[in-house]
Nanobody
Framework: QVQLVESGGGLVQPGGSLRLSCAAS????????MNWYRQAPGKQRELVAG???????NYADSVKGRFTISRDNAKNTVYLQMNSLKPEDTAVYFC???????????????WGQGTQVTVSS
């Protein structure tokens, strides 16, 4: 059973920083792309940032220059460093990854349970 577990969300003032982590666990054979999505109340879920197994990254225009995605392949973990946070960054942040487990040897797309980020004074 493969799981993604996020941590690091919370309440922060505008201009502040947070670092989100997402650890994959279970019978993992390999992990390809890892992504962070977010969903604000009343809005659709949107891609925030993604990173390939080789380290190539992509970002939503709204977070470029403020957020940095990284991964530690040895720990099966992806991170999202969020700086210069704005109230409009308030959302539930979800981890997403394409994982091949060691039992079925077939890639599936997995989601974490989400972690709340609130930017407010």
């Amino acid at each position: 059973q493969v799981q993604l577990v996020e941590s690091g969300g919370g309440l922060v003032q505008p201009g502040g920083s947070l670092r989100l982590s997402c650890a994959a666990s279970g019978s993992i054979f390999s992990i390809n792309a890892m992504n962070w999505y977010r969903q604000a109340p009343g809005k659709q879920r949107e891609l925030v940032a993604g990173i390939t197994i080789g380290g190539s990254t992509n970002y939503a225009d709204s977070v470029k220059g403020r957020f940095t995605i990284s991964r530690d392949n040895a720990k099966n973990t992806v991170y999202l460093q969020m700086n210069s946070l704005k109230p409009e960054d308030t959302a539930v942040y979800f981890c997403n990854a394409d994982i091949t487990d060691s039992v079925r040897l077939t890639p599936y797309n997995y989601w974490g349970q989400g972690t709340q980020v609130t930017v407010s004074s």
